[in-house]
T-cell receptor, first 115, second 113 residues
């Protein structure tokens, strides 16, 4: 498997524009997580899905942020409208839990710059 | 809810010295525990994980961690630091009854020649 795939790797956009980040989890994994990493706040969990259903979105900072997982192989994180303070690295991770077995892997991240 | 606390945001060690990174968890039931490493401008890479099997877990790059229920700890160690170990290390927890994966604040390791 190619691992968790995120796109784009880098995104530069102007304030007010819509930004969509994409994630393809590892095939067969049943949970998906979106994180945001900044120098000031560290690694923050934004939202996570289990079997394509959003379980906890309490980390989503504002209504400008939304996430979807239409199927087991794809998820998006959308920011509309974007603001300079949204600049960060956004990571997607997927995991599989079966019985006592668990694995969780991260994508390489999307570095978002909002100017 | 499960959480982890990493003690010490920065650790500096000499090359060849012991690396010890501290992580304490908060959970009423022993959870799943992980250590990840992040090199500059890269994603997070799994070093090792605890899933209630052996309490001493060996990972990649010579790292190991010991689960101690009495101390609610999962400290990461490496007997001899190498320059390539300079990175940020994150402890993470996931509960038995939920799928949330939560991270500590991270510890940055610098290795002195």
């Amino acid at each position: 498997d190619a691992g968790v795939i995120q796109s784009p790797r880098h995104e530069v956009t102007e304030m007010g524009q819509e930004v969509t980040l994409r994630c393809k989890p590892i095939s067969g994994h049943n949970s998906l997580f979106w994180y945001r990493q900044t120098m000031m706040r560290g690694l923050e969990l934004l939202i996570y899905f289990n079997n394509n259903v959003p379980i906890d979105d309490s980390g989503m900072p504002e209504d400008r942020f939304s996430a979807k997982m239409p199927n087991a192989s794809f998820s998006t994180l959308k920011i509309q409208p974007s603001e300079p303070r949204d600049s960060a690295v956004y990571f997607c991770a997927s995991s599989l839990r079966t019985g006592r077995k668990i694995e969780a892997f991260f994508g390489q991240g999307t570095r978002l710059t909002v100017v | 809810a499960q959480s982890v606390t990493q003690l010490g945001s920065h650790v500096s060690v000499s090359e060849g010295a012991l690396v010890l990174l501290r992580c304490n968890y908060s959970s009423s039931v022993p959870p799943y525990l992980f250590w990840y490493v992040q090199y500059p401008n890269q994603g997070l890479q799994l070093l090792l994980k605890y899933t209630s099997a052996a309490t001493l877990v060996k990972g990649i790059n010579g790292f190991e961690a010991e689960f101690k229920k009495s101390e609610t700890s999962f400290h990461l160690t490496k007997p001899s630091a190498h320059m390539s170990d300079a990175a940020e290390y994150f402890c993470a927890v996931s509960g038995n009854n939920d799928y949330k994966l939560s991270f500590g604040a991270g510890t940055t390791v610098t290795v002195r020649a």
